[in-house]
């Protein structure tokens, strides 16, 4: 008898496309529904957090939906795990120096502050790059993609506090940054698994293995 599949929900704050990572989490193999903004209750196995753009906009929608209490909430709960992706992970933090100071969701200490203005360097990181895992238990599960290219593209990157988090790094222009954070069932990527092909697809159906 087949085993049930794991229950994915991603959450839509309508500032970016999400097709893409739903697409990729269906060939993963999970069941996979998008999260309406006005959903009263989160009951998941997984849920991703995604999001492109700007992290002030990205929390404010958040809070006007109360879904920054419906995660916590959630969290609360035996087997929840919460994925962010690019933004989504920067969300999890306690605030990030973006255009202005905002306020996180304080999941994760730490802040998300702007790659350095440097000479020959491009302010966004945007393209393929690589990790190295930090983690030995993470390595474990995750070493075929370690120095494996995965796509990035962000302005600004999470500093966490407590170095034990932070599971892998990435280096651009002269700047090591955290590119894999995890605390407890909430993990975190800098980087876009459903852009980067079928090494990302591989990725998102190994992060079930860290769930609690």
Known sequence: MNKAKLSVGIIDLNINNIFSIYQSCLKAGYRVEIINLKKKKLNYDIIILPGVG???HGIKILEKNHLNEKLYEYLAKPNSFIYGICLGMQL????????????GLNLINGNVVKFHN??????????????????????????????????????????????????????YGGTNFCSIVKKENILGTQFHP???????????????????
Request: charged letters at 30%; a positive charge; proline letters at 1%.
């Open 54 to 56: 700007a992290f002030k």
């Open 118 to 171: 440097r000479d020959k360097i491009n302010k966004t990181h945007l393209g393929w790059n690589k990790f190295q895992i930090q983690n030995k238990n993470f390595r474990k599960i995750f070493k075929k993609f370690e120095n494996k290219y995965f796509y990035f593209v962000h302005s600004y990157y999470a500093q966490p506090k407590i170095k034990k988090n932070i599971f892998a790094s990435t280096e």
């Open 194 to 212: 459903e852009k980067s092909g079928v090494l990302g697809i591989e990725f998102l159906k190994n992060i079930k293995k860290l769930k609690n």
């Open 92 to 103: 999890l933090f306690d605030k990030s120096y973006e255009f202005v100071v905002s306020d």
